[in-house]
């Protein structure tokens, strides 16, 4: 299977998520994060550095609820904001 490339708002929008998990991590450790979140600490690495910049509806929800975020703020926080 062959995935469309990526566009630029996905991408930002990608690495808005990544800087809002790690900033809701603080000081937790990746793989506490992780592991509560039912995830390995290579896919929150990858999704934080922007190297995933579209996952899974279900691991961002995971990682939300071990992070203790809203579904709706993060949408609103990594909404492409129009020029």
Known sequence: MVRTPL??????RGERLGVLLREARGSRSMVEVAAGAGLS???LRKIE?????????FTVAALAAALGLSLD???????????
Request: negative net charge; charged residues 30%; aromatic residues 4%.
């Open 49 to 57: 550095t922007g190297r995933a910049p579209t996952p899974a509806f």
């Open 7 to 12: 566009t630029p708002e996905e991408r930002e």
């Open 73 to 83: 703020d993060l949408l609103r926080r990594c909404a492409v904001v129009p020029a």
């Open 41 to 43: 600490a290579e896919t």
